[in-house]
């Protein structure tokens, strides 16, 4: 059985930045893309979502309540436990543990949605298996970086390059 893998798949800014300081993406959405830039495709190759609390809360907040990713097993890290829902289970364990866990499992692969603490831990722990990147044209000067300072060296191999209008869509394995 090969092991699933884990996939960040996020849209950033050309300076690297995935939302401005105050979590604003109205940005991301004025820009001239093709069809859903690749997101259905991506979105059929996975079965499994993980998000961070904030993330989440930003997610519930702006989508009004309506839960986007219904249908698939979603994973939402807190350290304060939560109470789950019909969509998400909260976790409040050893993350590292809990996805190795899951890794291993039978299933499609995994979706890291986002919550830089989460992606930062998953890259150090040499987690993450691919990370596919579309990039807006837009330079936000500052906001929320897409990779926070580290303290590790992180090789990747491009793999796909794909153009959605004004979005360059980077695809690239993490060598091992």
Known sequence: MEQRKLVLYIASSLDGYIATNEHNLDWLFSI?????????????TIDTILIG?????????????????????CYVFSKTKKEDNEHV???????????????????????????????????????????????APTLLGKGIPLFKNNDFQTSLTLKNINRFNQFVELSYEVVR
């Open 32 to 44: 001239d893309g093709e069809g859903d830039n690749g997101y259905s495709k991506f979105y059929d």
């Open 89 to 135: 289970t909260f976790i409040d364990k050893n993350i590292v543990q809990f996805l190795q866990d899951l890794k291993n499992k039978n299933g499609k692969n995994i979706w890291l949605v986002g919550g830089g603490e989460l992606l930062s831990t998953f890259i150090k722990e040499k987690l993450v298996d691919e990370i596919i990147i579309n990039i």
């Open 53 to 73: 609390r904030i993330t989440y809360d930003w997610i519930i907040e702006h989508e009004n309540g309506r839960f986007p990713y219904q249908g698939k097993e």
